[in-house]
């Protein structure tokens, strides 16, 4: 509740910016969000709370679904609410005054429906240093090393992917916002399709180590091959690739790592996961503008390098695990 009202807040902030040019606020209202995040974490470790080690994958995949459908949703209504050829009095801030009143009626949601699964509550200490004491920790696990380092190599890529397709459309093919929320709707379909559908299917006929194996380097292939297209349709071919094997990939690495945890501490280790996440969601923007300054191709091909990284830790990880 504390972290949806937050970000409520911050989304409120982040459209009057926009609307009054305010850049100091901008940046605070976006910083609170980040902040106030977690939930994922939480939404994660109930799951696993009520899971046993057959059904974790699907469900986690059925979190992904419901992604996907708020990925076809989102980029799609975003784009059209920012164009006021639509209507006059849409604009670049309109998407996140709506934003923030869903997130309000998703508070509604949660205090209405979500119940606890932790059978005993255990109190701990709420801390702002958590975040960086989870990665620390992190790299402190000798059995659990290779995981979340091939964790935080997975989020860099993809963050890098993430964060600058939209500068490659904008700068090499002359996007606009209503071609960019179309493009990330159509991907948006395939990724619903692929965690409510193909992921259920593969969970029963493989393991999350045998699938993300797979799926992660085929992933980063696509992503690297983004940078060859010099007409814009091939996007629409190319980047459902991308999202069918990123939707196979997210809920298996998220099972592999609630597996390597003892069931009295998913939420730790799944906290310690979110942290990795979004430690690989800070850096890129960092890094990426000065990369794609030189090239725009440039922050494509790093998020294809980070992920074949990525790939071979996992294999590391699962090596361990054998020996």
């Known amino acids: 509740?504390?972290?949806?009202?937050?970000?409520?807040?911050?989304?409120?902030?982040?459209?009057?910016?926009?609307?009054?040019?305010?850049?100091?606020?901008?940046?605070?209202?976006?910083?609170?969000?980040?902040?106030?995040?977690?939930?994922?974490?939480?939404?994660?470790?109930?799951?696993?709370?009520?899971?046993?080690?057959?059904?974790?994958?699907?469900?986690?995949?059925?979190?992904?679904?419901?992604?996907?459908?708020?990925?076809v949703i989102g980029p799609t209504l975003g784009g059209i609410l920012a164009d006021p050829d639509i209507l006059p009095w849409f604009n670049a801030a309109t998407p996140f005054w709506f934003t923030a009143i869903v997130?309000?009626?998703?508070?509604?949601?949660?205090?209405?429906?979500?119940?606890e699964t932790l059978p005993q509550s255990r109190a701990t200490a709420i801390s702002p240093l958590t975040g960086l004491r989870n990665v620390a920790m992190a790299f402190r696990l000798p059995q659990l090393r290779a995981l979340f380092s091939a964790v935080l190599l997975l989020s860099l890529g993809f963050t890098f992917f993430t964060q600058f397709f939209a500068v490659y459309l904008i700068e090499r093919f002359n996007f606009e916002e209503k071609d960019i929320g179309l493009l990330y709707g159509w991907v948006?379909?395939?990724?619903?399709?692929?965690?409510?559908?193909?992921?259920?299917?593969?969970?029963?006929?493989?393991?999350p180590a045998q699938v993300v194996g797979v799926s992660l380097l085929l992933m980063a292939a696509m992503i690297g091959m983004l940078v060859l297209p010099s007409q814009a349709h091939w996007f629409y071919l190319l980047n459902p690739l991308i999202a069918i094997f990123h939707g196979c990939t997210s809920p298996n690495v998220t099972a592999i790592v609630s597996s390597a945890a003892h069931k009295t501490e998913q939420g730790k280790i799944l906290g310690i996961n979110q942290s990795m996440l979004a430690l690989g969601q800070a850096i890129p923007p960092l890094l990426g503008g000065i990369l794609s300054h030189t090239n725009t191709r440039y922050p494509l091909l790093a998020s294809a390098v980070l992920l074949v990284g990525s790939w071979l830790l996992f294999k590391l990880h699962g090596a361990r695990k054998q020996v």
């Open 103 to 115: 997130t309000l009626f998703n508070t509604a949601l949660v205090q209405a429906y979500f119940l």
């Open 188 to 207: 948006g379909i395939w990724l619903v399709l692929t965690q409510a559908f193909i992921v259920r299917r593969l969970s029963h006929h493989y393991l």
């Open 1 to 71: 509740m504390a972290s949806l009202l937050g970000t409520a807040l911050g989304y409120f902030l982040f459209a009057i910016a926009i609307w009054s040019k305010n850049l100091p606020l901008l940046f605070f209202s976006r910083l609170l969000p980040g902040f106030m995040g977690g939930n994922i974490a939480i939404i994660q470790s109930s799951i696993s709370d009520v899971s046993d080690e057959g059904s974790k994958t699907r469900k986690f995949g059925l979190v992904g679904a419901a992604f996907g459908v708020g990925f």
